[in-house]
């Protein structure tokens, strides 16, 4: 069972027209610069978490976590044949 936040976080009316009066553009930004932070946020913890790994296996729990849920794999499936 997925747990939920015991108290959910509204924008305040001022934040969100000013978030209103950006451009499609701005707005792709802000939402990419969010992503990268909690990307690099998720390796952060990757690396706290298992010292031992290597990039390319903190690169793939990031991406495992990214994706959890969403149907997605991190790596392309083995070649058949």
Request: overall charge positive; proline content about 6%.
């Amino acid at each position: 069972m997925r747990k939920f936040p015991a108290k959910i976080e509204v924008m305040d009316d001022q934040m969100a027209e000013v978030y209103r009066r950006k451009s499609a553009a701005e707005k792709l930004a802000i939402a990419h610069d969010l992503w990268r932070y909690a990307r690099q946020r998720i390796e952060a913890a990757v690396r706290w978490q298992h010292p031992e790994w290597d990039q390319r296996a903190v690169n793939r729990e990031a991406s495992r976590r990214l994706l959890n849920g969403s149907g997605a794999t991190p790596e392309p499936p083995a070649r058949c044949g």
